[in-house]
């Protein structure tokens, strides 16, 4: 799986979007980005996934540059309940791609108001 | 709250000793994983099972087993615990064993080696 890079850290105001950003130079063509986070402690949490089109969800927007070497995730209207860590995940999904989920240091999102 | 439970919640005791984590997963998922997360390494993947069955193994010691039993919750066993063991474990579970969308996390087990 291709290896991401993302800011160790940002800030952003309650009630702005916030413009999560991912590194993914190496990806391959049949590799998704997904994001999950992790709010202090607690379980990581699903937020959002696509290969190469834009995606959006209730959660957040996903936008794929079209050589796919990097990704922003969109919080529209951040709340003080988005700072957590932010997790950018490149993975292939194939149903012979068993474990080997690989979570890196992510982004610490501190929402202020 | 993710459907997926974990006992106990916290977990404190002494080096050598030995512990059993347990998870069971959401209501039809098949696939649990188990994650190690401490302060120095980050979340990292430990193994994987798929109705019963072992699929994938990550970063676990020797010291570390688990087991999916066939009414699919699943036991994390750690042993001759050592200080560097202390962290957050997560289990995880899923419907199909390749789906990382489809990842549920479990509140976590804090392991205290004291």
């Known amino acids: 799986d291709a290896k991401t890079t993302q800011p160790t850290s940002m800030d952003c105001a309650e009630g702005r979007a916030a413009n999560l950003p991912c590194n993914h130079s190496t990806i391959s063509g049949n590799e998704y980005v997904y994001w999950y986070r992790q709010i202090h402690s607690q379980g990581p949490q699903y937020i959002i996934h696509g290969l190469k089109n834009n995606e959006t969800n209730e959660m957040a927007s996903l936008i794929i540059t079209e050589d796919r070497k990097s990704s922003t995730l969109i919080l529209p209207h951040a709340t003080l309940r988005d700072t957590a860590v932010y997790y950018c995940i490149v993975r292939v999904e194939r149903t012979d791609s068993w474990g080997k989920f690989q979570f890196g240091a992510g982004t610490q999102v501190v929402v202020t108001p | 709250d993710s459907g997926v439970t974990q006992t106990p919640k916290h977990l404190i005791t002494a080096t050598g000793q030995r512990v059993t984590l347990r998870c069971s997963p959401r209501s039809g998922d098949l696939s649990v994983y188990w994650y190690q997360q401490s302060l120095d390494q980050g979340l990292q993947f430990l193994i994987q099972?798929?109705?019963?069955?072992?699929?994938a193994k990550g970063n676990i010691l020797e010291r570390f087993s688990a087991q999916q039993f066939p009414d699919l919750h699943s036991e994390l066993n750690l042993s001759s615990l050592e200080l560097g063991d202390s962290a957050l474990y997560f289990c995880?579970?899923?419907?199909?064993?390749?789906?990382?969308?489809?990842?549920?996390f479990g509140p976590g087990t804090r392991l205290t080696v004291l």
């Open positions: 995880a579970s899923s419907v199909v064993g390749w789906g990382l969308n489809e990842q549920f």
């Open positions: 099972y798929y109705n019963g069955e072992e699929r």
